[in-house]
């Protein structure tokens, strides 16, 4: 398990471009027959991916928890990006097809992640949070999340949002997650921009080209920089800073976050005249 630290405002100003990527920017996950796993120190997030695809892969602790278990103290988010495939937690099968999501809550012992057809194997997308109480397992299907449409073609925002992990739908500790899906034609996500100090995010941009590319906007708003992302790479937002993208197409990506409180709606949002 990669392990990064908490970064300031300050910290950030004098980052050149590979600094930025190797503080926020996570590379290289969804390798075949392997989970990758990065901790933050941000709120202690931990965002990662499986692709079983020659057996099933095994979620364990390592010593960075220095836990019995992975989620002795922990609650789990899982949403499959690739082919069909299950989630096995304590025993019980969780079928998961393309964009099918899991809760798995604190005091899950064994979880072990399975592909339906190794020609075409599951990509699973993993958040972590600790968590001080135990909730259900719930598995989530695409068509049972609550959806928003916002945005306009004109505006080039056009996107729906999938609330997959959240109050009043599926609980959990602190842990909430999300996947916001591009109409062809707009390329611009979370523009007008914000910050919630009261929660740090993590973004996976994916559904992308090859030779496609996402800018991701992040910083205070009147210091703001960017990070050139690619095809299923996840960015680390800290709280206090903005979260927005630009694309040379559309795309979908999933939002992860952690933090103070789970209130979608406590953003503090930035007007267009304010940044820089």
């Known amino acids: 398990m990669e392990v990064r630290f908490a970064s300031s405002p300050e910290g950030m100003k004098g980052m050149d471009t590979q600094q930025l990527r190797r503080e926020y920017l996570i590379e290289g996950l969804f ?14 997030i931990i965002a990662g991916s499986a692709v079983p695809v020659k057996g099933a892969l095994a979620l364990t602790a390592g010593d960075a928890l220095r836990a019995k278990y992975f989620l002795e103290r922990r609650e789990l988010g899982v949403i499959n990006i690739g082919g069909a495939g299950k989630v096995v937690v304590d025993g019980k ?3 998961l097809p393309n964009k099918g999501g899991l809760y798995v809550g ?3 012992r064994d979880i072990t992640f399975h592909s339906d057809d190794a020609g075409s194997p599951a990509a699973f997308y993993l958040n ?3 968590a001080h109480r135990e909730y259900p397992t719930v598995l ?4 049972d999340c609550e959806s928003v449409e916002l945005g306009t073609l004109e505006e080039s925002n056009h996107r729906v949002i999938r609330k997959y992990i959240l109050p009043g739908q599926v609980e959990s500790c602190q842990l909430v997650m999300g996947m916001t899906t591009l109409k062809p034609g707009s390329v611009w996500n979370t523009m007008p921009c914000h910050t ?10 994916f559904d992308l080209p090859e030779d496609a590319l996402v800018m991701h906007y992040m910083g205070q708003p009147r210091e703001t920089r960017h990070i050139v992302m690619r095809n299923r790479q996840a960015v680390i937002s800290p709280s206090w800073s903005i979260h927005a993208a630009s694309g040379t197409r559309n795309y979908t990506f999933i939002w992860g976050m952690v933090g103070e409180n789970q209130d979608f709606g406590d953003m503090d949002h930035v007007p267009m005249s304010a940044i820089m």
């Open 140 to 143: 989530i299907r695409p068509e």
């Open 128 to 130: 972590s949070a600790p």
């Open 106 to 108: 604190r005091g899950s």
């Open 196 to 205: 919630h100090d009261r929660r740090m995010e993590v973004y996976l941009y």
């Open 31 to 44: 390798k075949a027959d392997e989970i990758k796993l990065v901790y933050s120190h941000i709120d202690r």
């Open 93 to 95: 099968d969780y079928p």
